[in-house]
């Protein structure tokens, strides 16, 4: 079983940077695909970034040039840098990881961390 665990989620004024990381831990063959979602009251969650075993990533458009995901496969995190935050970023952030044990492939998320932008 895998788990993740995230930190760096809180409170930042408008403009400010905040940044997110998520551990895997647990048993695994592979981790492929790493990335955060997140979900803002009353809307449905969406993919913020995601990156792959080969490090290409993929945007939402409203976060592109002012995010970077990044990975570090030796110890199985992902990183969510965050800059130029606008209070429209205010959501939870939830971490999901995609892999593969033996045979079988999972997918797993975080708890979530909560990220508020207000001044």
């Known amino acids: 079983q895998v788990q993740l665990v995230e930190s760096g989620g809180g409170l930042v004024q408008p403009g400010g940077s905040l940044r997110l990381s998520c551990a895997a831990s647990?048993?695994?063959?592979?981790?492929?695909?790493m990335g955060w979602y997140r979900q803002a009251p009353g809307k449905e969650r969406e993919l913020v970034a995601n990156?792959?075993?080969?490090?290409?990533?993929n945007y939402q458009d409203s976060v592109k040039g002012r995010f970077t995901i990044s990975r570090d496969n030796a110890k199985n995190t992902v990183f969510l840098q965050m800059n130029s935050l606008k209070p429209e970023d205010t959501a939870s952030y939830y971490c999901?990881?995609?892999?593969?044990?033996?045979?079988?492939?999972?997918?797993?998320w975080g708890q979530g961390t909560l990220v508020t932008v207000s001044s």
């Open positions: 999901q990881c995609k892999g593969t044990y033996w045979i079988r492939n999972f997918e797993v």
């Open positions: 647990g048993r695994f063959s592979s981790i492929n695909t």
């Open positions: 990156i792959g075993s080969g490090s290409s990533t």
